[in-house]
């Protein structure tokens, strides 16, 4: 009787989290579908009229599609220059002994603590120096650049953990570095870059205050940029907005569908063994 009823206070609280966790998804797809009257004035209420003509003009007026193809591409490629670079950084570092690697290793943990914000100024001083304004290639870079220091602080520590008998092993049988790398240990640590790519995935798709202070031209505007569309002088339509966000979500929840027991195995095998 005791057992039956903790699975049945364990599915009501499985029921309830989900509920708490799908709340805003269901607020959203609601106001996706009002005008701003019915938003303002009830929230969470049924629509009186539903109005897909606020996603029409998601798709017309923001374009929200390109916007959305604009945001995976740089949150895709900067994904990939992350975990690269990143694997690469992080081997060195688990790996190999030589003067000054903690050193190195530090200062990728204070750029773990470096606010966003106060980059604004010198990153943008930086693009106008190199012709970096309105390119892919100069906001591509600054995505891998603040997703790094998570990478190898997150790769590194995964690494110290495995066992270095499979290095040896591996270095008998004849392979080299790059060998030993991507052959012998990159498949071990896929858990955990599973885990950074989602993160680094998700903070990409989503920027916001690069995106707006770096691009210029419409056509390359990210899906955040692109609902500031809907923003006025004294006006904001919020309709079309929640339609923009219904949209942008639905990659970010397809991919999470896709890798979300990679990420779990992540979290958990990193704290194990840690």
Request: hydrophobic residues 55%.
């Amino acid at each position: 009787m005791k057992i039956r009823l903790k699975k049945i206070m364990l599915y009501l609280i499985a029921f309830f989290w989900a509920g708490v966790t799908l709340f805003p998804l269901i607020i959203t797809l609601l106001c996706s579908v009002k005008d701003n009257t019915g938003i303002l004035q009830g929230m969470f209420s049924l629509p009186n009229k539903i109005m897909w003509s606020n996603y029409t003009r998601a798709f017309e007026s923001a374009h929200v599609i390109q916007a959305v193809g604009n945001s995976l591409f740089f949150a895709l490629t900067s994904t990939a220059l992350t975990i690269l670079i990143g694997i690469l950084a992080s081997y060195i570092l688990s790996r190999k002994n030589f003067k000054g690697r903690n050193f190195i290793y530090t200062l990728f943990i204070i750029g773990i603590m470096v606010p966003i914000h106060c980059t604004i100024i010198p990153i943008s001083s930086m693009a106008t120096r190199v012709n970096g304004k309105n390119t892919s290639w100069f906001l591509i870079l600054v995505y891998t650049a603040f997703a790094l220091s998570q990478a190898v602080f997150l790769f590194t520590g995964y690494l110290n953990g495995v066992s270095r008998e499979l290095d040896e092993a591996a270095i008998i049988d004849g392979c080299n570095d790059f060998q030993l790398l991507f052959k012998i240990l990159f498949p071990v640590c896929l858990p955990i870059i599973s885990t950074e790519a989602i993160l680094a995935f998700i903070a990409g798709y989503g920027e916001l205050i690069f995106g707006m202070i770096l691009l210029s031209d419409p056509n390359k505007y990210t899906v955040a940029r692109a609902m500031l569309t809907f923003q006025g002088g004294y006006k904001i339509s919020l309709g079309p907005v929640f339609a923009c966000i219904i949209i942008a979500i639905v990659p970010m929840i397809t991919i999470y569908i896709l890798f979300h027991e990679k990420v779990q195995d992540g979290m958990l095998n990193g704290a194990i063994k840690g």
